[in-house]
């Protein structure tokens, strides 16, 4: 069993920044691929970002890519979403999930690969 604790949401405007965390409960962090989605209502979870087990290497959706990274620390049992450049169209509540995949492909993008997700935090930027 994982729990999971996002943190780092907040209000900003348009073209600053906000970085999220991600806290993990248990000694297993490590094993799980860890990614970040984000909903606002009336809308399906969307992929944000993943990032590999190791912290080796990362996927992105295009609508964030070269704005946002995403890094982890296993010593700390924490994954880190550092989002610059926001735009109004960002804002959404930002889920990180856990996922204890066993293949690195399309399928970090999927919401059904992963099997732990944190609460959420609100993320609002304005105009």
């Known amino acids: 069993q994982v729990q999971l604790v996002e943190s780092g949401g907040g209000l900003v405007q348009a073209g600053g920044s906000l970085r999220l965390a991600c806290t993990a409960s248990?000694?297993?962090?490590?094993?799980?691929?860890m990614g970040w989605f984000r909903q606002v209502p009336g809308k399906e979870r969307e992929f944000v970002a993943a990032?590999?087990?190791?912290?080796?290497?990362?996927a992105y959706a295009d609508s964030v890519k070269g704005r946002f990274t995403i890094s982890r620390d296993n010593a700390k049992n924490t994954t880190y979403l550092q989002m610059n450049s926001l735009k109004p169209e960002d804002t959404a509540v930002y889920y990180c999930?856990?996922?204890?995949?066993?293949?690195?492909?399309?399928?970090?993008?999927?919401?059904?690969?992963?099997?732990?997700w944190g609460q959420g935090t609100q993320v609002t930027v304005s105009s």
């Open positions: 248990g000694r297993t962090f490590s094993s799980y691929a």
């Open positions: 999930a856990a996922a204890p995949l066993t293949a690195w492909g399309t399928n970090v993008r999927r919401s059904s690969e992963y099997d732990y």
């Open positions: 990032i590999i087990r190791s912290g080796g290497g990362a």
